[in-house]
């Protein structure tokens, strides 16, 4: 009977430390895949026939503004605008690296976080000549 007691509780230590690891290895994964994101922030407006960009950090360039044609969605990286298919392959260490497309919808904006962004999708209300900002991780003041 004891050798059997004995062999339950080495068990039970092994999973017990198992179970320790395994936690531990996934919380590090968690925290290492926040931080990859660098910052950035980009304020968007909706206008009447377009959309209205200012970036306050992270981007080579400072004031965007287009048109969206048949709701047809725009490509923005840390340079500008672009597109999907022609993706720019210089990197700057100075700048954020992402790229999202921007599209208006009836009642405000969809973003879709491609690359450098912790969302993937995003949308929101604004009015016309409303402002919001947002970041690498969603929406802020």
């Known amino acids: 009977m004891k050798a059997t007691l004995k062999f339950t509780r080495a ?20 925290e290492k895949k926040t931080t990859e994101f660098k910052d950035f922030k980009i304020v968007v407006e909706k206008t009447e026939k377009g959309i209205k960009m200012a970036s306050v950090k992270g981007s ?11 709701n047809q969605p725009q490509a923005i990286d840390e340079y500008g605008m672009t597109e999907l298919d022609n993706i720019s392959s210089d990197k700057d260490t100075n700048l954020a690296d992402f790229l999202f497309t921007v599209s208006k919808t009836d009642d405000g ?15 929101f ?15 802020v003041n």
């Open 109 to 123: 904006i969809a973003l879709k976080g491609i690359e450098g962004t912790a969302w993937k999708e995003l949308s």
């Open 125 to 139: 209300s604004l009015s016309e000549n409303e402002k919001q900002g947002i970041d690498q991780f969603g929406m």
């Open 11 to 30: 068990m039970l230590n092994l999973l017990i430390a198992v179970f320790v690891l395994t936690g531990s290895c996934t919380l590090i994964a968690q």
């Open 60 to 70: 080579a360039w400072i004031d965007l503004a287009f048109n969206i044609n048949n």
